[in-house]
């Protein structure tokens, strides 16, 4: 890959390994859970660009279809036998069902390491209290973590939140604590609200002011908004932070993670890498796709979504765009990307802020949800189905 050092290098960042529980992850750098896109393929090109360094945890599972079995699920949970250690973020909303997801995973080996998503804002997660909505209420909040962290026995388990539902309704201080009293391993916070979607800008500022209200002994990571090497560094200077969890940065570029990687070991290393490169990668992730899939056709046509984000900024012609977009095999896919100029280098607009952008909108929460935040009703078991994202 070529790699070109065209901006003004920030100073690296210093930070010292994450560690969760036994595990000690070095540098502190994650991938962010993303659902339909952190399967075992693409966590796969991303652990290959940091050398295996890093932590790459999987999409979200929902607890419930994880206890019942559920085929689909099954698969999500699968890693391929180069991951180490293998990271599974689950997504709950009774206390019971979590607790049986972890022991399950802890007594059948599933995983090395537990997530817990709070963070999920979409309407029909929160309708049902759910993601995102979650953490208000707190004693609901603090039982799905002692249960995890109890039957999860000697893996970690961390919880992944945003700062709240809006303004009016913040609670990642609140949440913080709570997991730190419940004995999570790491906490991380994506510093948006729920009603702010992806809009806006991240607030680093509240990463700060968790980092100084939980106990030092466990690790905060920061998460929302790094593009590059250099936002990765700066969100640690600023912000105290132990770590970074990145999530849309890496979409279409997986070599992101050698850049990150690099600026924690002292020296950016900023992976530009020309059209060639990039074209390689494309019909690599899609082959990967196909045999986790285990059918060729589903594989590119489940890459598909990967096309605009890999193919951002370069010179590619719409109508070869839109052919990529279409495609339905390999053969296909490799033929399109033969009549794209391979020498183009990495272009600037290939930087910066890619992937969902969506604006405000508003939280749909249970009736009378906001009346009480220290009631401990479990959301109905519906609130499980069909949800994905974050
Ligand atoms: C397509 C997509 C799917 C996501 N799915 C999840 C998810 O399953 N679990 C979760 O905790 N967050 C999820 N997120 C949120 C990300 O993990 C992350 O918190 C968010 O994108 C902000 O980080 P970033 O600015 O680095 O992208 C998702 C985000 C995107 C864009």
Partial sequence: MTTTDTAAPVAPATAAPLRLGALEVWP????????????APFRTLCREQSGGKGLFVSEMITTRALVERNAKTMQLIHFDPSEQP???????????????????????????????????PVPKVTRKGGGSAL?????????????A?????????????????????????????????????????????????????A??????????????????????????????????????????VVGRGCLGRPW?????????????????????????????????????????????????KHVAWY??????????????????SLAELEDHLSRIDAAQHWPDSADGPRGRTSGAARVVLPEGWLDDPYDCAVPSADAELDTSGG
């Fill in 28 to 39: 502190p750098v994650v991938l962010a859970p993303m659902a339909g896109i952190t399967n």
């Fill in 86 to 120: 293998r990271s599974v973020q689950l997504y709950g909303v009774d206390p019971e069902t979590v607790g049986r997801a972890a022991k399950m995973i802890a007594e059948e080996g599933l995983a090395d390491h537990i997530d817990l998503n709070f963070g999920c």
């Fill in 135 to 147: 953490p208000y209420k707190r004693n609901l909040l603090r039982d799905i973590l002692r249960q």
């Fill in 149 to 201: 962290v109890r039957n999860a026995g000697d893996l970690p388990v961390t919880m992944k939140m945003r700062m709240g539902i809006d303004d009016d309704h913040i609670t990642y201080l609140d949440a913080g604590r709570i997991g730190a009293e419940e004995g999570v391993a790491a906490i991380a916070l994506h510093g948006r609200t729920a009603i702010q979607h992806y809009s806006g800008q």
């Fill in 203 to 244: 607030d680093w500022s509240a990463i700060a002011r968790l980092r100084e209200t939980v106990p030092s002994h466990v690790p905060v990571l920061g998460n929302g908004d790094i593009w590059s090497a250099d936002d990765a560094a700066r969100m640690v200077r600023e912000t105290g932070c132990d770590g970074v």
């Fill in 256 to 304: 992101l993670f050698k850049e990150l990687v690099s600026v924690f070991e002292g020296e950016i290393d900023y992976a530009r890498p020309d059209f060639g490169y990039v074209a390689r990668t494309m019909v690599r992730h899609a082959e990967l796709l196909g045999e986790w899939i285990g059918d060729e056709k589903r594989g590119v046509v489940d890459f598909r």
């Fill in 311 to 328: 193919t951002k900024g370069f010179s590619v012609g719409s109508e070869l765009r839109n052919a990529l977009a279409t495609t339905s």
